[in-house]
């Protein structure tokens, strides 16, 4: 990759944007660097006890119903 990839994380907003990591994963820091440099709405969900891989397959550790409430709200649309 030849590209500085938050120069424009900022221009994301104002659509909502979730981050998803594993409390233990070893590339957690990408995220909170993410969720931290972009503007709002934002959401950071870090998984407890999850490693990187974890968050692939293992249906015990993925957070179904938090992911689906983040897209309930966000993709609501206007009235």
Partial sequence: ?????????AEISPRPMLLIHG?????????ETAFAAAAQP?????????SHVDLYDRMDKIPFDAIAAFFDKSLKRPV
Wanted: proline share 4%; glycine share 4%.
């Fill in 23 to 31: 409390e233990k994963a070893h590339s957690r820091y990408f995220s």
């Fill in 1 to 9: 990759m030849n590209m500085p990839l938050m120069t424009n994380i």
């Fill in 42 to 50: 934002k959401e950071l969900m870090i998984i407890k006890g999850a």
